[in-house]
């Protein structure tokens, strides 16, 4: 038996006790710490990504680890084309934030331990292989988050993080509900076995139950999405978390959500429940893309702004979801990759507006493309990725994703095939919000709000970490079968 | 079960096995005066007491690991799984309360008494634990209680440790009053005050009577003011508050849960398996109502709380409100859960008052805002506290999350199938469960977030230091690894249910 993905855990989880205990003198010592620990987390992860979806199986890890008259937990690991591709994601963008907070001074022990153990949570939700294990895992991102949030944040963080930590905890509360209906319907002789195989083949029951299971687990996905109307956290959270947070945040916490509703609601319900379930999903996610959309041109905050888009782009993702097709689920994971890299480079961008800067307020900067060229080109670049460039990845997900909601609307036929509309409005949106920031940031005359000599450029760390992102965009965005290839291996026999 | 072979003690005990964790605690409460008297010495006391719980705990753990000893003492005390179980529980909180009273700076100079008393309110719960007769669990139930009241005056300088005593005393004296009243009931209907014979001849009686509803009404509320549900809740912030905090443990960790082992017996045991008498279904309702009451009020209030150990308190009702689902699902399964959850509330609760106990020793006050700043001057204790509050809570992977797990779960499926039957109540259950986050999440950023103006680092006595990381250990280990306890329930809650 293979221990590759136990170690994926186990390597995060050490360096974040190292880190913890590195205070007082050797504190400067702990980036170097997690610095080394993510390194090598990403080369495993890279190394597991490349084996190919066909030897995954050989990874799988299963042991009993408590076993009672009535219900069996288990500590399963398993990858398929879809935590391969979320797993090497995650590794790649704690590495990244490492790399970008080498800055950090303030108890940097502290710091880099809340990222490592924050990667220990969502390299655990990923793997999981079992509904006790995973919601564990799930729970355990959230306190290192919270305390990212209050002890490094902005100016509101405690507001912020108590709302962050209730809301989600709240649904996933309510998503435990819907994991104990299932699990015990799918109870068999009365044992209730947790693991997912187990319930997959087990759960049955009448159709309303199963709707009524799929509604509760549902709830619980999207408020971590976050999706139109439970998105509120997301901004406050977003705003007041410091940058590694943010990035951390929207590149790979929000996708739990995703990953939740595709790993369980999909992949265990009958079709005819989905069926029952298909307008919602498409009518949340066009929501969310279109009020994410309409919210972002309101911001006068730059972060904000990219925290609506997050919104709006999370809501493509329910979209695609609710195509219920192969094409759909194909593109809703290529999106949730997408986006995990292009708001990883935004968010960067934004956080350093407001350490170079001073300020992220849009009314207060003006031709700045001239005075920081550096940070000007990463802006520029990360909002047209985002905007959907062709060559860049967003453009390729986004593609797909109209694709499939084309598809689905020819199926219906008559005038439903102008819903279509409602898709592309908000492309249209997203790309007036994000042209129109750029111009009052970058271009037009200097402004003379603040103090233009003290503001200063990219260094050399935040550079790297920058171009590493972007690479991959570029890279992604012209040869996207690197990525669909595993995820197709997935995708497809899945409905 | 049976993981070790150990049946040389009953040959060598004979049915006085039965009594032996009683006779060590008695042997102990007897001699302290006397060692004090002697040697003058607190410390010796305290290690007295230690040697006594530890012996009795033996006993009990024997039986546990052996479950063919159990045996019936004339035909009163019956040392089985379920009740070997609870005396364990018992003796841990009485252990955790001598290491936390070893420092306490709360109690006044009458040492021995105080450890004395404290063996004596544990060997009424061990009474309890392991009778069969409703008039022995009376009496074990009036010996806990009137030495608590002395427990809880014992602060004498106190005016709050006065008045609390007087209000437990006088709210304690109804509720004795009520379960004589239902007991007599019940005798009347019954001829009998052992639990199987009045089982026996209630599965006879063929309508709803008066005296029967009586009987039934006066046992809840008599009991429901021990366990302090709501509407008998009202003593026991005042109580508790008052208290010294090892004795403030004591009450809510310890006598607490011998209110509820009585609750399991009478209702358990004597209606809900035979499933013919009357009303059980009512009965039923009647509790997922206290629970829901108990749990909503409980946590709501304790948000509003400013002293941390009324806002204990008021969680601790709210724990109860939890436990009491197992007595409205009345499932095997249920119950396991609910005794797990007894044990894992005794281990953060208990904690979070020896925490509480340290931080009054070291000169920290009870105001939740003198918290502030805590996690730089005392980090080991801060993040104790974190763990317990969080554990309380229910987050993984800690133990208050795998009880509740148990717990609430089974509240969705009775016997292997899933019902929707109390759904309700656990979805009840975990909205409580997340108001309650609120108020535990407000002291963990009073401790690690806001900053106090004194940044001296505080010294925490190695007593209390012992008796947290204890705690601490066992809230990880049984949030990591439960099954072997959930083993244990288990074992337990079939007795109850009459297997073997």
Known sequence: MSVILSLLLAIPFVGAIITLLMSGPREKLAKFVALVTTAITLIIALYTLTLGPSKYIDLDENFTWIKTANIQMNYALHIDGLSALMMFMTSLLVFITVIFSSTETDRPNYFHALLLAIEVGLMGVYLAADYFLFYIMWEVTLIPMFFMISWYGGPRKHYSAIKFFIYTHVASLVMLIGIFAMVFTAAHNGLANFSF??????????????????????????????????????????????????????????????????????????????????????????????????????????????????????????????????????FAVFQMFAHGLITAVLFMVCGLAGHNIGTREIPLLGGLAGKLPIWSFFMMFGFMASLGLPGLVGFVAEFGILYAFWEILAKMGGIYIVLIGLGMLSMMLTAGYYLWAMQRTLFGDTTDKIDLRSIHDVNKTEFIALSIVSCLIVLFGIWPSLATNVITSFSGGLL | MKMIELAFLNDTFGTMLAIMPEIMLIIGALSIPGLFYFTKNKNMCATAALIAIILSGVFAGCVILDSTLSCTFMNIFKLDMFAAVMIFLFLIVAFLTVLASFASSELSNHVSEYYSLLLIATTGMLFVASANNLLVIFVGVECTSILSYALVALKKNDPRSSEAAVKYLIIGGISSGLVLYGISMLYGLTGSIDIAKIAHGLENMENLNAPFVIAVISLIAGYGFKISAVPFHMWAPDAYEGAATPVSMFLSTGSKKMGFVVLFKIFIVMFAVEQSVYAVEEMRYIFAFIATITMTIGNIVAILQKNIKRMLAYSSIAQAGYILIALAVMSEYAVTGGIFHMITHVFMKGGAFIVVGALIAAGIKENISDYKGLAKRAPIVAFAMLLFLFSLAGIPPLAGFASKFVLFSSAIVIDGVVRTQWMWLAIIAIINSAISLYYYAKVVKVMYIDSGECNEKIVIKKSHLVAILLCMVFVVAIGVYPEPIIKFCEGASGILFGKC
């Not at chain 1, 509120?232 to 951390?248: C, F, I, M, Y």
């Not at chain 1, 069926?275 to 309101?298: E, K």
Request: hydrophobic share 55%.
């Open chain 1, 197 to 330: 195989i187990a319930v997959k083949n087990g759960f049955g029951g009448s159709a309303l139950l199963q709707t009524a299971i799929f509604g509760l687990l549902f709830f619980g996905f999207i408020v971590k999405m976050p999706i139109v109307p439970f998105h509120t956290w997301l901004p406050d959270a977003h705003v007041e978390a410091p940058t590694a947070g943010s990035v951390l945040l929207a590149g790979v916490m929000l996708k739990m959500g995703s990953y939740g509703i595709i790993r369980i609601c999909i992949e265990v319900f009958e079709s005819s429940v989905l069926y029952n379930w298909q307008t919602v999903m498409i009518g949340l996610g066009v929501l969310s893309m279109i009020y994410g959309a309409y919210a972002c041109i309101a911001q006068t905050d730059l972060k904000k702004m990219v925290a609506y888009s997050s919104v709006s782009h999370m809501g493509m993702v329910l979209l695609a979801i609710g195509c219920l097709s192969e094409i759909g689920i194909e």
